[in-house]
């Protein structure tokens, strides 16, 4: 029998050889020195060989455990090594169900027909709120109960920060995403049943705020505020010509260089390619073509970001100039500014509520905010019509914005 004084003294030859223990255990001296334990033992007539592990790791002791464990299992009429593979195949199977990893299998499948912005918020979702509640749980035993404490830890979450809402569309939006994820594992036979099932009204969409025109006061203080802010200047420039051009902050954010004809005094948006719809991507909210005419303080801008972005966009990521602004920067630089609760799109109907009150054409207003007209026909015309009229209109906007 071995002791652990007597495997030290087992030196490496020229040759492997094994030195027995006793009940089919023996310890396997390699050329390199390494030493591995072995269980011989006799299936149905036929002689075989488990490996139990590498001394010292596995211990004189643990080993002769093992071989216990390996006994029973032929007790039972169970072949070790073909337990050992069928474990390690399960182990492998349920490494591959968890819900993490098939979560990144349908992230793959999907994130390169999607948007920028559709990847970081899944992946962002993925690493706040669906990780941390069952990432490492198999698919198969994830619960409605699960998804219903993800969906409260969520709203939870959300509620806590300065700014981003009570959390509801959060935590309706991971739900989606989670649905999405495993109708993917159910048609690669990964589960059977999709416990989002049973969730539809378990949290309620809160109702939407509307835009809101800005008070006098806020009006007062802007170009001192934003003058004052500590934010970049591209960010600057990004808040100044949201304010000067009625344009959504999407629309900003994706402003080209392309789309820009100072000549013309005109930015012309165009609608979005198919290869932008495959990826759920949109330059203007009703993907049509959007002329926006120019005053003279929005060319000023234009012309200072030559020198603050990148070739393509107009704007770009304060933190990585390859990329485009992300629109929630608006609205942060708002905050910091002193606006809590005013938001990029309340400008939009500040500047349509002056401007109705002052007596412009609401059909001119309507044009510069790039609404859809009703009239399906007179629509398909009319974005190219006004355009004079709507140049001056801008620049009588521009210059009462800066006498604020």
């Known amino acids: 029998m071995l002791n652990d004084t ?8 020229d040759k492997m050889y094994r030195v027995a223990d006793h009940s089919g255990l023996c310890l396997e001296v390699r050329t390199t020195g390494a030493k591995l334990w072995r269980f011989r033992y006799r299936f149905l007539g036929k002689a075989s060989m488990l490996s139990l ?29 073909k337990f050992k593979q069928e474990e390690k195949a399960k182990a492998k199977m349920d490494a591959e169900s968890e819900f993490k990893e098939v979560a990144f299998s349908w992230y793959e499948s999907k994130k390169n027909k999607r948007s920028e912005s559709f990847r970081l ?34 709203i939870k979450r959300v ?18 995403i989670v649905n999405s994820i495993f109708n ?58 949201l304010m000067y051009s009625m344009m959504r902050s999407i629309e900003i954010c994706r402003l080209k260089w392309d789309w820009v004809d100072l000549d013309k005094k005109l930015i012309t948006v165009p609608p979005a390619t198919k290869e932008q719809l495959d990826k759920g991507e949109r330059n203007i909210k009703m993907n049509r073509v959007h002329l926006v005419p120019l005053s003279k303080q929005m060319i000023k801008i234009i012309e200072n970001q030559r020198l603050q972005s990148n070739d393509e ?86 210059d009462l914005v800066d006498s604020w």
């Open 184 to 241: 993917y594992a159910i048609a690669n036979l990964l589960c059977d049943s999709n416990p989002c099932a049973s969730l539809g009204q378990t949290v309620e969409r809160p109702a939407k705020d509307t835009a809101r025109p800005m008070t006098t006061e806020e009006q007062a203080m802007f170009n001192s505020a934003l003058e004052k802010s500590r934010s970049t200047e591209m960010v600057k420039n990004a808040i100044k010509l």
């Open 159 to 176: 509620s806590k920060q300065m700014n981003r809402g009570t959390g509801e569309s959060t935590a309706i939006r991971n739900r989606q």
């Open 313 to 398: 966009y107009v704007f770009c990521s304060v933190f990585n100039k390859t990329k485009i602004m992300n629109k929630t920067t608006i609205n942060r630089a708002l905050a910091s500014m002193g606006y809590q609760t005013l938001t990029a799109h309340d400008f939009r109907a500040t500047a349509s509520t002056i401007l109705h009150e002052l007596g412009y054409s609401s059909e001119w207003i309507e044009l510069q905010l790039a609404h859809v007209d009703r009239n399906a026909v007179r629509g398909t015309y009319n974005h190219a019509q006004n355009l004079d009229e709507r140049r001056k209109m801008m620049q009588d906007w521009c």
């Open 53 to 81: 592990g590498e001394y010292p790791v596995v211990t004189l002791a643990a080993a002769r455990q093992k071989v216990a464990e390996q006994k029973l299992l032929l007790d039972q009429n169970i072949d070790p090594s």
């Open 121 to 154: 918020i899944v992946e962002k979702t993925f690493e706040r709120d669906l990780f941390p509640a069952f990432g490492h749980k198999n698919i198969k035993t994830i619960t409605p109960y699960d998804l219903l404490k993800m969906q409260k830890d969520t």
């Open 6 to 13: 007597k495997i030290k003294q087992l030196k490496p030859t």
